[in-house]
């Protein structure tokens, strides 16, 4: 079992960066794909990035070459950098815990969920 506590959001303009962080504390980290999901208002929560067990990103199309996934599984950490960020990316950013091989796509199969931390972008 994993729990899992994010950081790093906040409000920024149209074009800023932020990076999010999520620190997991439990066992076999290294045996969970690990991904960031948004949730806006009145939307269903949607993937973003997802890295596998493996280390293998996969992102959500408008997050294609502006986010980065990675993750640190010697620190139980993951993170996402996001560049040049957009309106459409606001919402509530959740990290959670999944099996081995995951992809972005794969919502209802993680597990794991942390409280979620707030990005809200201004245009």
């Known amino acids: 079992q994993l729990q899992l506590v994010e950081s790093g959001g906040g409000s920024v303009e149209a074009g800023g ?11 076999l980290y290294h045996s969970y794909s690990m991904g960031w999901f948004r949730q806006a208002p009145g939307k269903e929560r949607e993937g973003v990035a ?9 992102y959500e199309g408008s997050a294609e070459g502006r986010f980065r996934i990675s993750r640190d599984n010697s620190k139980n950490a993951l993170f996402l950098q996001m560049n040049n960020l957009k309106p459409e990316d606001t919402g509530m ?7 081995f091989y995951s992809t972005y796509e794969n919502v209802r199969n993680f597990q794991y969920w942390g409280q979620g931390t707030q990005v809200t972008v201004s245009s």
């Not at 960066?17 to 066992?27: H, N, W």
């Not at 959740?94 to 099996?99: M, Q």
Request: aromatic letters at 8%; one cysteine or more; a negative charge.
């Open 50 to 58: 997802v890295i596998d067990g493996d280390s293998n990103p996969t």
């Open 93 to 99: 950013y959740f990290c959670a815990a999944g099996p």
């Open 17 to 27: 960066s932020l990076r999010l962080s999520c620190q997991a504390s439990g066992d």
